[in-house]
């Protein structure tokens, strides 16, 4: 199991957090500075209640009597971030540059759209050209580290959260964003102290419980681990794969063999062709002294996923059984 794999995800996820609350932040922004929205426009409205195809019928609408107005074609372009059009926002947050080239948020709204479709070096270049413009905006700062973020420059990506940090302290995306260079940079127990005051700002982020169910991991913390998988498994009703997973490996480190067994069996039934939920089994059934029936396992684990016994052999949680001649019979399989 790569340690660091499930994190790697996450960093895609913090794209469509992030633009998530750039998008709500950045709409309004736009409504309070445009005066054409004084009067019978609703795509605010529509808009905060995630009816995206309608705010995006007003805004057009806005954009038969008035076509060169950037702000409505920024607003245009917003919705279709939205919509997961990014092509789309990015043809018409263009548009609204060739009517108005200092409008900073355009700009920041093209990074969201570059970060969406993963061409973060184009990310970055979008967002320095909106913090040139406007460099007391937090969520700029918070955008270039993002970019940052994907590219796997973590020192940097560390320096423009702190300083969205310092422009705005309370920002909960900021301290996100700071927790995952920080654990990049295996700087985990600081990485702790941002995301702990990221989940008492949003509370059930399941993204964050992650983050902290790996920080534990690599501070060899199985126990508050656990209780991170914990919170993830009732979120999911029971049925988060990976969580289950790696409650049974917590276990079997911690010598809760008995109880790993139990998420193992758990997982067997839904998951009857996963080598690896077998090889858990396996593990827990040796330790707790069931080697015939924990060997009959194992070689099933084998069977269902061959490279297991290239690791197996030297697995210290199968040390009960590293003589036993049909252990060895199997790691000679290969």
């Not at 548009?95 to 709204?109: H, R």
């Not at 982020?205 to 534990?216: E, L, R």
Request: proline share 4%.
């Amino acid at each position: 199991m790569n340690e660091k794999e499930l994190p790697k995800k996450m960093k895609k996820m913090f794209v469509s957090m992030f633009a998530f609350i750039m998008i709500l932040s950045g709409c309004s922004y736009f409504l309070k500075e445009d005066p054409l929205f004084s009067t019978g426009f609703y795509a605010e409205e529509y808009y905060n209640e995630g009816n995206y195809h309608e705010a995006l019928e007003h805004v057009n609408k806005r954009l038969k009597r008035y076509p060169k107005d950037p702000y409505l074609l920024n607003e245009k372009g917003l919705i279709y971030i939205e919509l997961k059009e990014y092509e789309k926002a990015l043809d018409v947050l263009d548009q609204a540059l060739q009517f108005d080239e200092k409008i900073d948020s355009i700009y920041n709204n093209k990074s969201v759209a570059y970060n969406e479709l993963g061409r973060f070096e184009e990310a970055i270049d979008q967002a320095k050209k909106a913090i040139d413009l406007k460099p007391d905006a937090p969520e700029e700062f918070i955008n270039m580290g993002n970019a940052l973020l994907n590219l796997d420059r973590y020192e940097e990506s560390l320096t423009y959260f702190e300083l969205a940090l310092d422009l705005e302290p309370e920002e909960p995306i900021s301290f996100y964003g700071q927790g995952a260079s920080l654990y990049f940079l295996n700087e985990y127990d600081e990485a702790k102290e941002s995301f702990t005051k990221y989940l008492e700002k949003v509370p059930d982020d399941i993204d964050a419980f992650w983050y902290f169910v790996h920080i534990h991991e690599e501070l060899e913390e199985y126990e508050s681990a656990i209780e991170y998988l914990d919170q993830i498994i009732a979120s999911s009703e029971g049925e988060d794969y990976d969580a289950l997973n790696y409650k049974g490996v917590f276990l079997s480190y911690i010598d809760e063999m008995a109880e790993s067994l139990e998420v193992y069996e758990h997982l067997a039934e839904q998951y009857p062709d996963d080598g690896y939920i077998f090889y858990g089994k396996a593990i827990a059934l040796i330790n707790l002294d069931k080697t015939k029936e924990g060997l009959n396992v194992l070689e099933q684990a084998i069977d269902l996923e061959p490279s297991i016994i290239d690791w197996a052999y030297e697995d210290p949680l199968l040390e009960k059984v590293s003589n036993h001649k049909r252990f060895v019979e199997m790691m000679e399989l290969d």
